[in-house]
């Protein structure tokens, strides 16, 4: 069982266009996380939600949108896209609490021609 | 503010030979350090913790408080080792996680 899943592993598409990466875990963790990593490798974080609520929210254009329905998912929605927004996305959770590291996704490998 | 420092993008080593991947850390509060491995195409895994410290395929790491440091040790590199290797500082109250600029790691035959 995949413990954090996120779909699509690849995703290609024109500049301007609207998509949609979804991201869910089934290790009953509280907080969930977007980061990108870009060409250079290197890792940045986008978002944080914890049991719903976003609470980390990182200098991030208004084109991208996380949206929690339950603790379980996180998905990120990202408008117009640019060709600067090609990247590897990825999913994290973790307990709450001191000690706990992020378990990931695979990556969402998007590249915007 | 946090901040993760990995000074060597490029670290090369021959099997055998003993490997250190250095990493310091800025952070005003009482930090959490993790190391996390990500091999060729596959996904960011979480290798060492400092509040643990284990000792993980052969991998430790120590918190020097002092030097503000966290280094990722391993006496005998395999070929195996071979990834790339971040760093992490995780704030206070679980917050966000900092990751350093990652070290290529190449162990040589």
């Known amino acids: 069982d995949t413990a954090v899943s996120q779909t699509p592993k690849y995703l290609v598409t024109q500049m301007g266009n609207d998509k949609s990466i979804k991201c869910e875990q089934n290790l009953g963790h509280d907080t969930m996380y977007w980061y990108k990593q870009d060409s250079k490798k290197f890792l940045k974080i986008m978002f944080s939600y914890n049991n719903k609520e976003l609470i980390i929210n990182e200098t991030v254009p208004n084109r991208f949108s996380p949206k929690s329905p339950d603790k379980a998912h996180l998905n990120l929605h990202i408008n117009s896209l640019e060709l600067g927004d090609s990247a590897v996305y990825f999913c994290?959770?973790?307990?709450?609490?001191?000690?706990?590291?992020?378990?990931f996704g695979s990556g969402t490998r998007l590249t915007v021609v | 503010a946090q901040r993760v420092t990995q000074p060597e993008k490029l670290l090369s080593v021959f099997k055998g030979a003993p490997v250190e991947l250095k990493c310091n850390y800025s952070y005003s509060g009482s930090p959490e350090l993790f190391w996390y491995v990500q091999y060729s195409r596959q996904r960011l895994q979480l290798l060492l913790r400092h509040i643990s410290r284990e000792s993980i395929k052969g991998f430790t790491a120590d918190l020097n408080k002092g030097e503000t440091s966290f280094h990722l040790k391993k006496p005998f590199a395999q070929e195996e080792d071979s990834a790339m290797y971040y760093c992490a500082l995780r704030g206070a109250g679980a917050g966000k996680s900092t990751f350093g600029d990652g070290t290529t790691l190449t162990v040589k035959p």
């Open positions: 994290a959770s973790s307990q709450q609490g001191s000690g706990y590291g992020y378990t």
